[in-house]
Each structure stands twice: as C-alpha cells, then as structure tokens.
C-alpha cells in the first residue's frame, strides 16, 4: 500500500466503481464492455449477487483482519483494489455503480450540493420531496450520523497518471465577513430526482434485457430521492434490517428463479459506526464483525451458478482535534461566501460576485499545505469528476477545497453542526478515502 494520505485520482473506465455493473452484465450477456474483464474470471455464471459495504475501504481491511476472517480470507484470494470516484462520498458512489457514470455525468456531484438559482442546500442523502411528485412523494434519508434532521495554491498535478475518463450566473448574497444563514433543514420544492439524474441506470438496463433484478437494503430506503437516482426504480425491492436479514434476502433473490439473476444490496453500518465512533472503535470493530458473518453466509450459500461481488463507496480516516478548522470560528474562511455545501472533507464554497479569486487566496492562507484549494473550472479541467455537461456545472462550489491531511473544514454552528461531533471523515481525494476493494468470489464447485 501506499502513504494513506497520498493523492489519488480515480481511475475511471478500468479501475472505479462505475466499472462493477457494466463488468457485472456483460458476464450476464447484457452488455459487450468489460471495463474489469470479469467474464474471463467467472465462466458459465448466469446469477451474480453484488453486495456494498458503506465505509469499507481497501485501507482499512488491515484494521478489520484481526476481527473479520472470512473478509481477509475472501480479499487474499479474491480482493483487488479499485478507486470510487470524487468527492470520495456516499450519494456520489451510490450513483455512480447505479449508473456505470463518472460523477460528472450523473450530477450527484457531492453529499450536500447547491441547487443552481437559490440559495439552498440538497442534502443528497435526505432527499424528502419532488415538485413533480407533490406532498406525498417518498423518501428521507438512513440514519446517517451526516446526514439530514430524519432518521434516517491549486488542485493537485497530474503527474504521470493516465487522465481519467468517462463513459458517459450567480446572485448577490450577505457581505463578505457576515455570518453565513443556516439553510433550512426540509424543502417541498427539492429537485425532481429523475431529473436531477439525467441517466439511465444500469438496473434498469439488465431488467430491460429480461434479467430478474432485486434491491435489498433497509426499508426506509426504498423509496429515498438518492436511491431512485442510483437505481431508477427497477426491479424488486426486498427489505432488510439486519446483516442477518439482508443474507437471507439476497440469497432467496438469487434462487428465486430459473433466468439470469443481479442482486444488489447494501449495508451502511461500518460507515455508521465509524464516523461515530472512529476506526479502530469497539463498535467498529463489532460491524466488521457482522460484515464477516454477513459475508459466510453469502460465499456458502452460493448457487453453482452465482458469483458474489463485495466492493465499498468509499473508506475513511480518523481526524484529531489538532486536525479541526472551523469556518464559523473564523472570519477570514467566511469572507466572500455566500452558500457552503459539499462536507467536512471536500467543501463546495459559492461566492458572491467577484469574491471568487479573494475566497481562493483566504482558504488556500488558512490551510496551506493542509488542502488543495482551486476555482470550479480548474477542478473540472484537471478531471476529477470526469466530463462535467454545462447543466451539471454550477453544482460544484465556484471554490473547491479538499482536505489532503488529517484535516477537516467544519460548519459547527451555522450549517452542518452535526459534522463536529464525528470522529471519521471521507470525502477528499486521499488513498484511504479513495480506495476501495473489489473482491470477486466465484462460484464453489464443489
């Protein structure tokens, strides 16, 4: 492995996350791209189950060993690395398996965006409503620790790595130096999420070519703005409250019928327990756990004809107290900033007009060597969301600012207090944040 904090950029088409369910269906025979040359590995499959483990990155798998057998036994044969895409988040990654798209292309462009013409914040993971749907349209986030009030110098060189590729006016607000207004926490006017993500999804894709699709995960995200983004509504959703529901869920799913199977299902609490706690925590640790036991019973119980994927959206690393800024604490972070999105990690800062160069130069003095600090068009034009489309554009922040040490830029007051009390972060463009494994368990012959 290499330095965890080490700059790494996603390797879009033949290395990322939105490479697994083109890779998936072509050995399916839905698709002739195979961006991960996964037919080669898995001969003669017709069911593949595909199971992500939020939060568990390829640099902390040498945490989990001691308390996860099956996991290193599963990676040693079977694991590689992969990298997600940027931001390193949640609703990004989710989107972009659902999609097989760079983030650019798809638009879920970070965790909290600024919704182009206003002043407001989409909270991606707490996605309540949609004018097209009216009052009653579904939805609300897990139980996030970062999520919404429901349950529920420059930018880095790009050295000698390969570009990464894909396959698919601004309004006066308070002046510079006041304190930024807390954004409302709900809205009945969110984006239309099939709208707001313009693709098609690549569930969607393999039901339309005759494939039994099923989604398993917990029941409050069924019917979410995000998962509807990420999944386009295909298939069968089944519900699962637990590790031990989601095995029998997803295998049931993967036996059901005599066709070519996707599974696909999701389990969020690695990720959970360690913003809460940190990596390393005995809660933590009792999560991996119960990915170990989740993970057994999916590689036995394996029909002759299935193939499990396990792959992550993103890893994370813990942040000490010497490591905290807070833009709410200090004027010179505020100055200039009219909306602040994106989270503690990788901060998403749209300015008042002609505060654009001034904001660059106080953030890039306050953190220094800490943050990569860069216009929106000089991180689209370094190629970190792939292919950024003009109406996907002025999601990003007119500044950019990813955390590259054990740092992050809080909201304590104002915006997103929560974020404080977190232990573990993600978000940025760092090797423990980007990397993420794909193991690829065949089927037992016997």
């Known amino acids: 492995m290499t330095n965890p904090l080490e700059v790494v950029r996603p390797h879009y088409f033949g290395g990322s996350l939105a490479d697994v369910l083109p890779s998936a269906l072509a050995v399916l025979g839905v698709d002739r791209a195979d961006p991960l040359g996964l037919t080669a590995q898995l001969p003669g499959v017709r069911r593949i189950a595909v199971l992500l483990v939020d939060g568990l990155g390829w640099y902390q798998l040498p945490t989990a060993a001691p308390h996860a057998p099956v996991l290193t036994d599963l990676t040693g044969r079977f694991g590689r690395p992969l990298t997600c895409g940027f931001p390193s988040t949640t609703p990004t990654s989710l989107v972009s398996l659902g999609t097989g798209a760079a983030p650019g292309a798809h638009g879920v462009l970070g965790f909290r965006v600024n919704v182009p013409g206003t002043d407001r914040v989409l909270t991606h993971i707490d996605w309540p409503r949609s004018p097209a749907d009216g009052p009653n349209f579904p939805g609300g986030g897990p139980g996030s620790p970062v999520g919404g009030h429901r349950p529920s110098g420059s930018w880095p060189p790009l050295g000698t790595e390969e570009q990464p590729r894909s396959t698919a006016g601004e309004r006066p607000g308070a002046p510079a130096g006041e304190a930024l207004p807390a954004h409302a926490a709900e809205s009945t006017d969110d984006p239309d999420p099939r709208r707001w993500q313009p693709l098609p999804t690549r569930l969607r894709q393999a039901e339309a070519a005759g494939v039994a699709v099923t989604v398993v995960s917990r029941p409050e995200l069924a019917s979410t703005g995000l998962s509807l983004a990420a999944y386009g509504g295909a298939g069968t959703h089944r519900d699962a409250a637990d590790v031990d529901a989601l095995a029998t869920e997803m295998l049931a799913a993967l036996t059901a019928g005599p066709g070519p199977t996707l599974v696909y299902g999701y389990h969020p609490e690695v990720d959970r327990h360690g913003h809460r706690s940190g990596i390393g925590s005995a809660d933590w640790q009792s999560a991996v756990k119960d990915v170990d036991r989740l993970l057994a019973r999916l590689a036995d119980g394996l029909p002759p004809d299935a193939a499990l994927l396990v792959t992550a959206d993103h890893g994370q690393l813990n942040v000490p107290a010497e490591g905290r800024y807070d833009l709410d604490a200090d004027p010179r972070l505020r100055a200039g900033v009219r909306v602040v999105a994106g989270e503690a990690r990788v901060r998403y800062l749209h300015t008042v007009p002609g505060a654009t160069a001034d904001v660059v130069a106080a953030w890039s003095e306050v953190l220094g060597e800490q943050a990569w600090v860069a216009t929106r068009a000089e991180a689209v034009a370094a190629g970190w969301f792939g292919p950024v489309p003009e109406a996907h554009l002025e999601r990003i ?33 760092t090797a423990t944040e980007m990397t993420i494994p794909l193991l690829v368990v065949p089927p037992s012959r016997g």
């Open 397 to 429: 922040g007119d500044v950019v600012a990813a955390c590259l040490g054990e740092t992050v830029v809080l909201a304590s007051k104002t915006h997103h207090p929560i974020e404080a009390t977190l232990v573990a972060y993600h978000g940025s463009c």
